[in-house]
């Protein structure tokens, strides 16, 4: 039997452990892949924080599913009077379980509570699976996000350095 709940701190080997099936399936990661314990205790905080709700789905009591909606604050505009906003992400659903309308639900679930929230505006990376969704839902595609990668800056200027003979900073 399919079941969709709001996770609860109890849950947190359930969450981390969908993450990391789905951070495995979209960067390709091998099955054996293991995840830095930094990142993994960082997962494992967070989802203590309660800075967020998570859904967790069900067959009886294998977990197959998540979504989380991170909620945060931003500096009060004319376009975000309250300054009240959510970031709705990591929506996955095992392979297995696809198609039968987990993520929707769980996505539906997600703005519901977020509008119990106050939450004014909501803004999603979606991948293309799930855009068709999301559309269902109102949201708009948008380019008005940008983003720095300062690890790949930082990785260029030591290939940079490295090929113009540079050791140890000095240059000698």
């Known amino acids: ?6 996770a609860n701190n109890t849950e947190v080997k359930e969450f981390i452990e969908l993450n990391l099936k789905m951070f495995k ?13 930094f990142f993994v205790n960082y997962l494992k905080e967070y989802f203590l924080s309660n800075k967020h709700t ?8 294998l977990p197959i599913g998540c979504a989380t909606i991170c909620y945060y604050n931003v500096l009060p505009t004319f376009d975000q009077i309250k300054g009240k906003m ?3 992400m990591n929506v996955y659903v095992h392979k297995d379980f696809r198609n039968l309308g987990i993520a929707k ?28 969704i ?7 595609n ?10 790949k800056q930082l990785r260029e200027r030591i290939n940079h350095i490295e090929k113009r003979g540079f050791h140890d900073g000095c240059g000698c």
Not at 142 to 151: A, G, H, K, R, T
């Open 86 to 88: 959510a970031k709705l």
């Open 134 to 140: 999301y559309h269902k839902f109102g949201f708009q």
């Open 1 to 6: 039997m399919l079941k969709i709940k709001k």
């Open 142 to 151: 948008s380019d008005e996000y940008m983003v720095i990668d300062l690890e």
């Open 54 to 61: 998570t859904i967790i789905s069900y067959d009886n009591q």
């Open 25 to 37: 399936e979209i960067y390709t990661l091998p099955d054996e892949y293991v995840f830095d314990e």
């Open 105 to 132: 639900a769980m996505i539906g679930y997600l703005i519901d509570d977020a509008k119990e929230n106050d939450i004014t505006e909501i803004v999603s990376c979606a991948n293309e699976s799930l855009k068709k």
